[in-house]
């Protein structure tokens, strides 16, 4: 089965940028659709973005509307995130995973990665 890797994440401090990087290994699914997700400390695994199969079908939540940039790198099977405008409030930990269903929701996903640590200072 398809597996994801996450990566890029990093400590800074508020207003920088990090480009976090979901790269897949073994079979890929066809759809190529991926999400992003993050858990906020003592908070549920949110929705971050996700991509479906057309770079141009990608979804926000509105916490990061207009910081955050998903993109897909189809040939190499990687999906990224690219975060500016970075707050405290976006410390926490970051997972992709494929969707069995282009949601928001956590359930409708599967294949997670090992996810990214994501701090932000103030």
Known sequence: QVQLAESGGGSVQAG???????AASGPILASYSRGW???RPGKEREFVAYIGW?????????????????SRDTGKSTVY???NSLKS?????????????LTTAP???DHWGQGTQVTVSS
Request: glycine content about 6%; proline content about 2%.
């Open 107 to 109: 359930g409708d996903y």
């Open 89 to 101: 409030e976006d410390t926490g930990a970051y997972f992709c995973a494929v969707p069995v269903k």
């Open 37 to 39: 997700f993050r858990q």
């Open 54 to 70: 057309s770079n141009d079908n990608t979804n926000y939540s509105d916490s990061v509307k207009g910081r955050f940039t998903i």
């Open 81 to 83: 995130l690219q975060m």
């Open 16 to 22: 920088a940028s990090l480009k976090l990087t979901c």
